[in-house]
């Protein structure tokens, strides 16, 4: 836009234009999302790359499939700003009339004995089945196949504070690689699907779903839980399921979308060339911290978006 030029009987006044403002980029549409293995409240969480994808879509129904706070880890000295962001912006997606269950996981079990609550848009449940145009699909974290989770708890545990180290670690050892120009490299994934090879000869979790999922009659099994994001078909004694996961946010960063002409796909943040650029700071952000910083008010618009009085 050219500026605009005033003529004035003795001088000439140059009024300069008004800077374009940025065009939003229009969300995409989806009829379901899947998140799981968010694991806020952990140094491993990618939370500013999950607000940046969660804004980039417009779903009809949010399934936040277990794991999403890390209750298990959580400490009142960590939990940055990025994090609260998330939280926040799913109480006004539940606000602004999108359906989101929240299924319960392994690190958030705690949350259990709540299954059943309902505050506006917002469930807690511990499974979800979706009458989709594809098939029905029976949506659940999947640590109740989880061998170690049933017979030794106690080691599950100490094995998440330790994998939070190994994530430490590992960005430490890219920060020193990245100065040097070398590749970085994804030492806690290679360490967990070692981990999870070694125990496949016990406890299978992809077929051990998809046979349940066969006996009840669905057609989709979809679960989080191993950080494993997967599509493929598996053939059971009860005929074939598809089997889905939704993978996690610490380490792969991706996610299930499902539409009517699409049926399930994974969405792969890091293969996203407009998640690849740099998040635009503008007035919203500069709110959302303000908001940050105090407790208070967070309470009270967190309070207030779900109509709650305190």
């Given amino acids: 836009m050219s500026p605009v030029t005033v003529a004035m009987p003795d001088t000439i006044l140059i009024i300069p234009a008004e800077p374009a403002k940025p065009k939003a980029r229009r969300k995409r549409r989806v009829q379901v999302a899947v998140v799981s ?27 936040l499939n277990g794991d999403i706070v890390d ?11 990025a994090h609260m962001r998330v939280v926040r912006y799913l109480a006004g ?34 499974k979800l089945v979706l009458d989709l145009p594809h098939g029905r699909t029976w949506l659940f974290h999947g640590d109740v196949f989880d061998v170690t989770m049933r017979h030794s708890r106690w ?43 070694a125990g496949s000869a016990v406890s299978n979790f992809e077929e051990t779903a998809a046979a349940i999922a066969a006996d009840e009659g669905y057609r989709y099994v979809a679960c989080g839980h191993i950080h494993q994001p997967e599509i493929k078909t598996l053939h059971t004694e009860k005929g074939e399921v598809i089997y889905l996961n939704s993978g996690d946010w610490v380490e792969n960063l991706t996610s299930l979308e499902y539409t009517a002409e699409t049926g399930w796909q994974l969405y792969y943040y890091n293969d996203d060339p407009l998640m690849q650029q740099a998040a635009e700071a503008d ?14 008010q967070l309470l009270e618009g967190l309070l207030a978006e779900f109509k709650i009085r305190a």
Avoid: M
Avoid at 38 to 58: D, F
């Fill in 37 to 63: 293995d968010v694991h806020l409240g952990t140094y491993g969480c990618h939370a500013t790359e999950l607000l940046r994808y969660l804004k980039s879509i417009r779903p009809q129904v949010l399934v």
């Fill in 71 to 81: 209750i298990w880890q959580f400490s009142k000295n960590y939990w940055p700003p």
């Fill in 93 to 126: 997606l539940a606000a602004k009339g999108v359906k989101i269950h929240y299924l319960t996981g392994n690190h958030d079990e705690l949350l259990r004995k709540f299954a059943g609550l309902k505050l506006g848009n917002f469930r807690l449940d511990n």
């Fill in 155 to 197: 080691l599950a545990k100490l094995g998440g504070h330790g994998y939070d180290l190994l994530i430490l670690i590992n960005r430490s050892v890219n920060y020193l690689l990245a100065k040097l120009g070398r590749p970085r490299v994804a030492l806690s994934k290679l360490v967990k699907e070692r981990v999870k090879s």
């Fill in 283 to 296: 007035a919203a952000d500069a709110a959302e911290e303000l908001a940050d910083s105090n407790p208070a």
